[in-house]
């Protein structure tokens, strides 16, 4: 991708724009280079259109709560922005023994209360997590400019160095949505997400999670856990709510990808290796927690061994099947049982589609 920026950077034409949009929207950790001059000149230019005229403090959102991680039930809830806010900054105060005791909530009504991607009925909210690249140094300060509400908070870990020397960048972005996303627009959340986390991961020199694109997502609220130090936490109160379907609409139209050289095919079964691996994939179906893992080996063992996959069409897939689990594998596990599957070599004896 550097020489592609580099190139892009140089004449930053429209055809150039979709490649370095399209390059940021399909990988999965930053560039070197991140973020190019002309995705930052795109997503300044595209920032008012996001900004609506409603006043956030006054719109009516709904959003599920539950006690901690291990809970199935949640409890609807429904107020405006200020309420989700104020409940967010209250969060600050409670300390909890574990990581799982920390309230946990989704910004959007479930079918029963359930927490899962068919069971969405409307997303009030847009949450970005950023546990890679950047601080919120840059990027709070350019909202503000433009008046958009938001709450922000990061972890207490957030700037200290992890075991291996590395400075942890832990914190998280919650903007409150103009309209509900339901019905037919929930189908294209996900693009929405991507463009999202381009759009003011470009705007604030910062790498948004590309896994948390999921509608029943689970985050945490913003409690203490054990004797650390509380969270930091940013709620301007006043602000606007953000035009979540004009995302998409300013979003550079993707150029076609070269053509990629045809995976090997099996003898006696014909037909495309990506939708086979999409058919076999959707056959397996979601997993349960407890059997995610061998079910994820399972599938990328077929993927990689038996289809003849490249690891990033391989990947691509996983992480859409992964994204129909109730609870999504961690996407660091997802990739170990790719390279596990990668490892083994032989072919196995799964069943093709």
């Known amino acids: 991708m550097s020489d592609r920026l580099q190139e892009a950077q140089q004449a930053p034409s429209a055809t150039d724009l979709a490649d370095l949009y399209h390059a940021a929207a399909t990988m999965t950790s930053p560039p070197a280079d991140w973020p190019p001059p002309a995705l930052v000149a795109w997503a300044h230019a595209v920032l008012p259109a996001l900004v609506s005229s409603n006043e956030a403090a006054w719109t009516t959102m709904q959003w599920t709560r539950w006690p901690g991680l291990c809970d199935p039930n949640g409890q609807l809830h429904e107020g405006t922005w200020d309420v989700l806010g104020w409940w967010l900054v209250e969060t600050k105060a409670l300390r909890v023994a574990n990581k799982k005791q920390v309230p946990v909530w989704a ?74 996303v339901t019905g037919a627009e929930l189908a294209h959340w996900r693009a929405s997400y991507t463009a999202a986390r381009i759009v003011f991961g470009a705007l604030g020199n910062c790498w948004f999670d590309h896994t948390t694109h999921n509608t029943s997502r689970l985050w945490f609220a913003a409690s203490a856990v054990g004797d650390g130090s509380e969270r930091e936490i940013v709620y301007p109160i006043a602000g606007r709510t953000l035009r979540v379907g004009n995302l998409l609409a300013r979003a550079p139209v993707w150029r076609p990808a070269a053509a990629k050289t045809a995976a090997p095919r099996i003898a006696g079964r014909p037909g495309d290796p990506l939708v086979r691996g999409q058919r076999y994939l959707a056959k397996i179906g979601p997993a349960a927690v407890g059997s995610r893992n061998a079910t994820a080996y399972r599938g990328a063992k077929w993927l990689v061994s038996d289809l003849g996959l490249a690891e990033a069409d391989a990947l691509s897939l996983l992480e859409q099947w992964n994204g129909g689990n109730a609870e999504p594998l961690p996407d660091g596990e997802l990739r170990a049982c790719l390279a596990s599957a990668n490892r083994s070599g032989a072919r196995g004896s799964v069943r093709a589609v």
């Open 107 to 180: 910004p959007g009504r479930f079918e029963g209360n359930r927490r899962a991607d068919a069971a969405t009925q409307a997303l009030f909210a847009l949450v970005l997590d950023c546990d890679d690249h950047g601080d919120w140094t840059t990027l709070l300060p350019t909202l503000d400019s433009v008046g958009l509400a938001y709450v922000a908070h990061r972890s207490p870990s957030h700037g200290q160095a992890n075991d291996a020397g590395r400075q942890v960048i832990k914190w998280r972005l919650v903007l409150p949505l103009v309209l509900p």
